[in-house]
Structures are given as structure tokens and as C-alpha cells.
């Protein structure tokens, strides 16, 4: 058996009844508290998903498109810029995992 990169094994995720051009996000991100009093932006790097990125001039983006639901960012930010809802599963939303 083969062994995945983290990039191979995030492209084996897929969201329950949506294609990704219909994401209704379940996290929203203030980027503008990111980018004007947090400290550290640690959700650049705590986010095993890569959705967090910091540009060249130390600006924070969000990309929810990638994400995992693991929560992880909702911990790490103390800055109340992270406004997560955990996706609904009644109506069929929310990552699907396919190995486990």
C-alpha cells in the first residue's frame, strides 16, 4: 500500500451532498482582527489543512474550500476571529471521510 502526503490524502476528502462550488461555510473568519491585533496568527500554522495562509506582507487569508472540520483553528484563535457552527448532518452536510 502506498503511502499519502498530506496533500494526496486531503484531496480524498469530499463534503456530503455539495459540490464546492455550493460550500456553505461553517466557520467564518474575521481576518480583519487576524491582520490588526493578533499577536501571533497561529492559525497559520496550527491548521493541518493549509487553509490559513499568510502572504509575503504578513497578511492572514482564509480559505474555507480545504478545510477538515477539526476544529483546531476554533481552539487556537484567541482572538475571537474564528465564528465556527459545526455543519448540520440532518441535512447532509459536512465532510466526508473516506478512510476512517
Known amino acids: 500500500m502506498k503511502l499519502l502526503d498530506l496533500t494526496e490524502r486531503l484531496g480524498l476528502v ?13 466557520i467564518v473568519v ?8 493578533c499577536p501571533h ?4 500554522y496550527v491548521c493541518p489543512a493549509n487553509c490559513y495562509t499568510m ?8 480559505q474555507v474550500e480545504d478545510c477538515i472540520e477539526c476544529g483546531t483553528c476554533m481552539y ?3 482572538q475571537g476571529a474564528v465564528d465556527w457552527n459545526y455543519p448540520d448532518p440532518e441535512i447532509g452536510r459536512g ?3 473516506n478512510f476512517g
Open 14 to 26: 469530499s463534503y456530503r451532498n455539495q459540490a464546492k462550488s455550493d460550500i456553505k461555510p461553517h
Open 30 to 37: 474575521d481576518t480583519d482582527i487576524c491582520n490588526s491585533v
Open 41 to 44: 496568527k497561529c492559525t497559520t
Open 55 to 62: 502572504d509575503e506582507e504578513g497578511q492572514v487569508h482564509f
Open 76 to 78: 487556537a484563535c484567541d
Open 95 to 97: 465532510v466526508t471521510w
